[in-house]
């Protein structure tokens, strides 16, 4: 049977700019070993947690597909391997873009004060080797001409909140100084949805721990969910989006249960000029935490129970302007046979929004 994704990219649905909805997804896939070169091995292996990955995307068919905590390496050999693993299974992604991200990029310079400097929390992004934990957005639609804000330093941020010198962890203002925002990356890419555009805007914030009491997580992962606030108020040096947009990405926030500054993401998700479909789930309900104050339905991660327990991290927040006709989280109860694919999968779990254009 073909997929949607497959329709799409034969061309099959031209008219879905006019009355066929768009399925837009993102995906912490936890694709991510502790080598350069393991992950490509484990695809071409068919690793277990690999092909279950696989079939969580075969299940859900999205059209755009956000892929958050996946390896890049320079080629983009893994994620070529990937996608033709995908394509065995019936969802066709022609289309794909995963530049660098900053994880394991050595900044040459001492960020984090242990008196070296090629560590992992030297890197621009916390990592092992270069690319380590990247993303990359794959789709049944072209693609345009991206804008990547990865370089971007965190310094530069209207009113950011990074620790000064004086509260740590950085041993200098030349530290500072280099640290970029994006943990992972920022990207704005084009979609190209029968003639007319989305811009999606992706992102992978930091986790709100392993940290001191500067909170340099936290307010890091904060200020990279406002960067988006920002982009959309033109406060950046970059121009607005001048098209609708999709935020997706891994926030790492829960607006209210576990550790970050739950208002970085509330507010994003108050944000007149996006809808947030509040995509749930009859499997985060059944995982319910009873000492955690949020809707289980709208978790999207099953973490280690008590702390920090189920949470809502990975978001899709369409434009206001676009007309949102279904959405969910890929999260099945016990008794439904996928419930253990999904688990092998990923801590987290797919979270899909079907927009129309007007």
């Known amino acids: 049977m073909l997929g949607r994704a497959l329709w799409l990219s034969l061309g099959l649905l031209a008219g879905a700019a006019h009355g066929d909805p768009i399925r837009f997804a993102s995906y912490h896939t936890e694709l991510t070993r502790k080598g350069p070169g393991l992950l490509l091995a484990d695809i071409l292996d068919r690793d277990p947690q690999v092909v279950a990955v696989a079939d969580v995307i075969a299940a859900t068919e999205p059209d755009v ?44 310079i001492d960020l984090d004060g242990d008196g070296y400097d090629d560590g992992p929390r030297d890197a ?63 990207w704005a890419v084009p979609i190209d949805i029968g003639g007319r555009e989305v811009e999606l805007l992706a ?8 940290d001191g009491p500067e909170d340099l997580n936290g307010r890091r992962g904060a200020d ?6 920002m982009l959309l108020d033109g406060d950046l040096p970059f121009d607005k989006p001048n098209r609708p947009v999709v935020l997706a990405g891994v926030a790492n926030i829960d607006p209210v249960d576990g550790d970050g500054r739950h208002p970085a993401i509330q507010t994003l998700l108050d ?8 995509p749930s789930s009859a499997g985060g309900t059944d995982a319910l935490n009873p000492e955690h104050e949020g809707n289980p339905a709208l978790d999207t991660a099953d973490f280690d129970d008590p702390e920090p327990g ?23 109860t016990p008794d439904d046979p996928m419930a253990q ?15 129309l254009l007007p």
Not at 80 to 93: C, H, I, M, P, Y
């Open 65 to 108: 597909l956000l892929i958050a905590g996946f390896d890049h390496d320079h080629d983009n050999h893994a994620l070529t391997a990937f996608r033709a693993l995908l394509s065995e299974k019936g969802q066709e992604f022609p289309f794909a873009y995963a530049p660098r991200p900053n994880t394991g990029v050595p900044s040459g």
């Open 124 to 186: 621009f992004g916390y990592g092992d080797f270069t690319g380590q934990g990247g993303m990359a957005l794959i789709s049944a639609l072209p693609l345009g001409e991206a804008r990547n804000f990865s370089g971007f330093l965190w310094q530069d941020l209207p009113a950011n909140i990074a620790p000064t010198t004086t509260e740590g962890p950085f041993p200098s203002a030349e530290a500072a100084q280099a640290r970029r925002l994006s943990s992972v990356g920022h």
């Open 203 to 210: 992102w992978h914030g930091s986790t709100p721990v392993f």
């Open 224 to 229: 990279e969910a406002r960067f988006w606030r």
């Open 271 to 278: 944000d007149p000029r996006l809808t947030d479909p509040k």
């Open 310 to 332: 189920n949470l809502r991290v990975d978001y899709v927040l369409p434009d206001a302007g676009l007309k949102v006709t279904d959405a969910g989280v890929y999260w099945p």
């Open 341 to 355: 694919v999904v688990a092998m999968a990923s801590r987290h779990r797919l979270v899909w929004v079907d927009v």
